[in-house]
């Protein structure tokens, strides 16, 4: 359900679903009118919830989250609903959905040969559906409110467990390094590895953001677009929002690059760190990176694990678990210990080794006889 405005005869019209069909309703004078109509279908002046069809409730609702999300986001919700959501209860009316009904869509999804992280992102867009219908059609009671996560299994916390070791030592980042022909790669892959960035945050970065001695990151990019090319939008959270320091050496790194890139005739403060007038592509950066990490003889990892390989060599070095979840920009710092607690572990065992270096000057004649 969204207010539009008619700029050619000046009124405004609201289009909105209603028993699976696009509706649209014109010739509004003032958007306050356009409005009033709008919060009639929500309030059931016009239209009561128990008589509108959970097939043109969800697709009201992915009107309304296409607005506040990646155009990513917004795909996979749909595929989602049009998949499995949908063909499980499109034909009953709201007010005819039972927590019965709720609890055999759960069933359904549980008896598919899917992850519990895909199945759960079904039951969130699900009960989505249900949040928006209490908060814009007031409805009463929520079906599916009740409705509980799936547990991960014993073999997919084994799965992470060992996933979370796919990161690169220093000593094979540096023979990867050494594989990558093109000074704009290695500078970029020198950045990620280094600095702990998110892909779409460093694929957004322009000169403008950098100083000297730290990288701003205000923006992040998405290639998945509704016209299939890439935008610009806000950071994840607020937290990623954040002024990244810079060792001297990668520092002058970049120093050293944007002399170069200085050169280039019409350079602009405004160009991308990495594509110029344009970001990089992503599948041309995996590719650069796949094909550098063969010849190089280490394992593969993506690009997301560059940030992995940050945090657990500062970690395993001994820097402040507070010091690092900012430095990633997390909301949470029980985000980066629940991620990196296999690396806490070790620590812990240095730090009971140390305190037993300390300690030993007493090893002897302590108590008395």
Request: hydrophobic share 35%; net charge positive; proline share 1%.
């Given at each position: 359900m969204a207010i539009y405005q008619d700029k050619k005869r000046k009124t405004y019209y609201v289009k909105y679903y209603l028993d699976g069909v696009s509706n649209t309703k014109r010739g509004f004078r003032t958007k306050k009118e356009a409005k009033e109509f709008e919060e009639g279908l929500r309030n059931g002046t016009i239209t009561k919830i128990q008589n509108i069809r959970f097939k043109s409730l969800a697709y009201d609702f992915l009107s309304y989250f296409k607005s506040g999300v990646a155009y990513g986001t917004y795909q996979k919700a749909k595929r989602l609903i049009d998949a499995v959501i949908i063909p499980n209860l499109h034909n009953k009316c709201m007010g005819d959905i039972?927590?019965?009904?709720?609890?055999?869509?759960?069933?359904?999804?549980?008896?598919?040969?899917?992850s519990t992280s895909y199945k759960n992102d079904i039951l969130w867009i699900f009960k989505a559906i249900f949040r928006h219908a209490e908060c814009f059609y007031r409805m009463k009671e929520n079906p599916a409110k009740n409705i509980e996560r799936f547990r991960k299994t014993t073999a997919e916390k084994l799965k992470r467990k060992d996933k979370e070791t796919n990161i690169w030592t220093e000593d094979e980042f540096e023979r990867f390094l050494n594989c990558v022909g093109q000074d704009m790669y290695k500078v970029l892959f020198l950045t990620l590895y280094y600095t702990g960035m998110r892909k779409g945050e460093i694929l957004a970065l322009k000169w403008s953001d950098f100083d000297g001695e730290f990288i701003s990151v205000n923006k992040s990019l998405t290639r998945k677009t509704e016209k299939g090319s890439y935008e610009i939008k806000d950071p994840k959270n607020e937290y990623s929002y954040r002024d990244i320091s810079l060792n001297r050496s990668l520092a002058e790194y970049l120093m050293e690059y944007k002399g170069k890139e200085m050169k280039c005739i019409g350079f602009k403060e405004s160009w991308y760190m990495f594509g110029r007038?344009?970001?990089?592509?992503?599948?041309?950066?995996?590719r650069v990176k796949d094909r550098a990490a063969k010849e190089a003889g280490v394992k593969r990892i993506t690009i997301h694990e560059f940030r992995h390989s940050h945090a657990s060599n500062l970690i395993a070095n001994g820097v402040n678990i507070v010091a690092v979840s900012r430095r990633l920009g997390h909301s949470d710092i029980n985000m980066t210990l629940s991620r990196y607690t296999h690396l806490l572990k070790k620590s812990d065992k240095e730090l009971t080794d140390n305190l037993e270096k300390m300690f030993s000057k007493y090893s002897q004649n302590i108590l008395t006889v």
């Amino acid at each position: 359900m969204a207010i539009y405005q008619d700029k050619k005869r000046k009124t405004y019209y609201v289009k909105y679903y209603l028993d699976g069909v696009s509706n649209t309703k014109r010739g509004f004078r003032t958007k306050k009118e356009a409005k009033e109509f709008e919060e009639g279908l929500r309030n059931g002046t016009i239209t009561k919830i128990q008589n509108i069809r959970f097939k043109s409730l969800a697709y009201d609702f992915l009107s309304y989250f296409k607005s506040g999300v990646a155009y990513g986001t917004y795909q996979k919700a749909k595929r989602l609903i049009d998949a499995v959501i949908i063909p499980n209860l499109h034909n009953k009316c709201m007010g005819d959905i039972s927590e019965l009904d709720c609890l055999k869509l759960r069933e359904f999804v549980g008896s598919q040969n899917y992850s519990t992280s895909y199945k759960n992102d079904i039951l969130w867009i699900f009960k989505a559906i249900f949040r928006h219908a209490e908060c814009f059609y007031r409805m009463k009671e929520n079906p599916a409110k009740n409705i509980e996560r799936f547990r991960k299994t014993t073999a997919e916390k084994l799965k992470r467990k060992d996933k979370e070791t796919n990161i690169w030592t220093e000593d094979e980042f540096e023979r990867f390094l050494n594989c990558v022909g093109q000074d704009m790669y290695k500078v970029l892959f020198l950045t990620l590895y280094y600095t702990g960035m998110r892909k779409g945050e460093i694929l957004a970065l322009k000169w403008s953001d950098f100083d000297g001695e730290f990288i701003s990151v205000n923006k992040s990019l998405t290639r998945k677009t509704e016209k299939g090319s890439y935008e610009i939008k806000d950071p994840k959270n607020e937290y990623s929002y954040r002024d990244i320091s810079l060792n001297r050496s990668l520092a002058e790194y970049l120093m050293e690059y944007k002399g170069k890139e200085m050169k280039c005739i019409g350079f602009k403060e405004s160009w991308y760190m990495f594509g110029r007038s344009k970001p990089i592509a992503e599948n041309t950066l995996t590719r650069v990176k796949d094909r550098a990490a063969k010849e190089a003889g280490v394992k593969r990892i993506t690009i997301h694990e560059f940030r992995h390989s940050h945090a657990s060599n500062l970690i395993a070095n001994g820097v402040n678990i507070v010091a690092v979840s900012r430095r990633l920009g997390h909301s949470d710092i029980n985000m980066t210990l629940s991620r990196y607690t296999h690396l806490l572990k070790k620590s812990d065992k240095e730090l009971t080794d140390n305190l037993e270096k300390m300690f030993s000057k007493y090893s002897q004649n302590i108590l008395t006889v």
